[in-house]
């Protein structure tokens, strides 16, 4: 029970990149996380039930819808649903400097997706790079 504006294509495809883990393990960017990509608070060895993640997962893409929000007028849809899935996985502050939001902002919708492969490093690895270990990263963009 939620009123996310994410549609439930861009929920299923946030959800099923970030993969769903009851207990914590430290994801590609050396960050404690659970359930689906549920990094708030989260430490070694925490585990949680079905029940918590689903909130974490609510409470998570909420905030990531906020930011959204506040930082650029997308209808519902699939532009939007990727600057949601963009926050959630990268963050606020790599959003809010992005140049992905600038095309946004400018209407430039083509070239704001066209940023998408720019973003495929962790921690200084090339996620392209199959000695990285993060192929993921790839193929979410």
């Known amino acids: 029970d939620h009123e996310l504006k994410n549609t439930p294509d861009g929920l299923a495809f946030i959800s099923n990149l ?4 009851s207990s914590a393990y430290q994801c ?3 960050r404690w996380t659970a359930g689906l990509g549920h990094t708030t608070g989260v430490k ?3 585990k949680a039930t079905t029940e918590t993640i689903a909130d974490w997962y609510i409470e998570d893409i909420s905030a990531a819808e906020k930011l959204v929000d506040r930082q650029v007028t997308l209808a519902a849809g699939p532009q939007y649903d990727m600057a949601v ?5 990268l963050g606020a502050g790599n959003f809010r ?3 992905y939001l600038k095309k946004l ?3 430039e919708l083509t ?3 066209n940023e998408f492969p720019r973003w495929v490093y962790v921690n200084g ?5 199959d000695s990285s270990h993060c192929a993921g990263i790839v193929k979410r963009r």
Do not use: W
Request: net charge negative.
């Open 18 to 21: 970030e993969g769903c883990s």
């Open 28 to 30: 590609s960017a050396d």
């Open 44 to 46: 070694q060895g925490d």
């Open 85 to 89: 899935s963009f926050v959630f996985n």
């Open 97 to 99: 400097s992005s140049t």
């Open 105 to 107: 902002k400018a209407g």
């Open 111 to 113: 070239a704001a997706c």
């Open 125 to 129: 690895k090339d996620c392209r790079l």
